[in-house]
């Protein structure tokens, strides 16, 4: 028995991992780490009563090395009796057309390939603790917090990563002893990559620096876990205390210790399903529980604040784009939600030329607002207000004016082919406020509902 055996069946005990009749997917690259790992689990697949598949997935990237990798795995499972199950991907394409990174789409399909494998299956994964190192080298350079220091979890949900206590030497050592083959992807070699780079030039310092580098490490890891684990129970509690039906009582998240509210801002977030929450956006939630206004984070979440709640500004669902013409003729526009008036002012009614006034009050020129349309509003929209000399971003505008999320989409606007003219709860902009020279006055009135 080697040294991986005895690591690994420490960590499987210790996180009981698996039960006698478990089917487990082991995930299988063909590498040195999950030939291990597939090895080991069929070693012990009699003993534990154990369902083995081995997984393996074709990126569709190296070409005939990722042809090459696939056979070999095939081969050895053929020769051993495993369960064989492939999926090919053309993971560059399918990046493209979601969106995401080749990383994040490769690793969102793999996982999903291995799912649909079994119902109620463990899959195991052959991180080890060198892998451990980098995911902590590399998110401490992204600056990340507590959690993103703990390295990775042995288990999370269905998913085991009985190596994760092995370093790379003991695993090599391991597929010595009997006599196991692998592959080499030729990526691996390379310092493209920033998991390579500091594979290659900054652990090998550390380990000149500190021989057992590996166990002081793990030590480590084993310390911030438990802080990581105190810290997630406190969050999960305040999370419970402070949430009222689907909003989130604000003075009492505020009073938290900042590390827990934090923390549970992120916790919010992702409950209303935001995701990759950064410093920034932490800093932004916290800036509207202080003084309004709304946040919009990654996945299309936007998150407000009416000074009492933290709640998700729910979508405002426009079947197509507002866009109707403004008439002369015409004094009342209905729109899903709400209804416009435009409505004549008698030049008697207005007493003296007063340019706020009629700001305020949503009277125009009724001449300066001929061949316009009422719209919905538009990527690049700006607004200047009478007797500026520069517009301002729309988005800037109604964070100024506390215009609530809500009433920011599907509710439309009144412009021509350069501005925008009139906006509800702002006013008329400056190109159609009446001057000493109007000669016709209209009001512009939006009722809701």
């Not at 005939?64 to 369960?83: G, P, Q, W, Y």
């Not at 390579?196 to 030590?219: A, C, D, M, T």
């Amino acid at each position: 028995m080697t040294k991986a055996d005895e690591k690994i069946l420490s960590v499987i005990q210790k996180h009981r991992m698996i039960s006698d009749g478990d089917t487990v997917i082991v995930a299988v690259s063909g590498g040195a780490d999950s030939m291990c790992l597939l090895h080991f689990f069929n070693s012990i697949s009699i003993e534990k009563n154990l369902n083995i598949i081995c997984a393996h997935v074709n990126h569709g990237i190296r070409g005939e090395e990722a042809l090459r990798d696939e056979n070999f795995v095939k081969s050895f499972c053929h020769k051993h009796s495993i369960r064989f199950e492939c999926a090919h991907y053309n993971v560059p394409i399918l990046a493209s057309q979601s969106g995401e990174s080749e990383e994040l789409c490769g690793r969102r399909l793999r996982y999903e390939f291995f799912s649909s494998l079994a119902d109620n299956a463990k899959t195991a994964t052959a991180h080890n603790l060198n892998d451990c190192e980098e995911t902590f080298i590399f998110n401490l350079a992204r600056g990340t917090g507590l959690k993103g220091l703990t390295g990775i979890p042995a288990v999370r949900d269905n998913i085991i990563r009985p190596l994760i206590e092995c370093t790379r030497e003991e695993i090599e050592e391991y597929l010595s002893f009997y006599n196991i083959t692998y592959v080499t992807d030729s990526t691996n070699l390379n310092d493209d990559y920033s998991r390579n780079r500091i594979r290659h030039n900054i652990i090998p310092v550390l380990e000149e620096l500190n021989p057992s580098f590996g166990n002081s490490f793990k030590n480590c890891i084993s310390a911030l876990s438990e802080t990581e684990d105190f810290i997630s129970e406190e969050v999960n509690k305040a999370f419970n205390d402070t949430k009222c039906e689907e909003k989130f009582i604000i003075s009492q998240i505020t009073s938290l210790h900042s590390a827990v509210k934090n923390r549970l801002l992120i916790e919010i977030a992702s409950y209303y399903g935001a995701y990759d929450i950064s410093a920034k956006h932490i800093s932004l939630l916290d800036d509207i529980m202080n003084y309004g206004g709304a946040v919009m984070l990654c996945g299309g979440v936007s998150i407000a604040s009416d000074g009492i709640y933290l709640y998700k500004v729910q979508p405002v669902c426009v079947d197509k784009e507002i866009n109707v013409p403004y008439s002369e003729h015409v004094n009342l526009y209905h729109f899903s939600g709400c209804t416009i008036y435009v409505t004549e002012v008698d030049k008697d009614d207005v007493k003296e030329y007063n340019s706020r006034q009629f700001f305020e009050n949503s009277i125009a020129d009724a001449d300066k607002i001929k061949d316009t349309v009422f719209r919905s509003r538009r990527e690049g929209d700006r607004f200047r207000y009478f007797g500026r000399e520069h517009s301002k971003s729309l988005k800037n505008l109604f964070r100024e004016n506390n215009i609530t999320p809500e009433d920011r989409y599907g509710v439309p606007f009144l412009a021509d082919n350069e501005h925008i003219l009139w906006i509800n709860d702002i006013g008329v902009s400056h190109y159609a406020v009446p001057d000493e020279n109007t000669k016709n006055y209209v009001k512009i009135t939006l009722v809701k509902g």
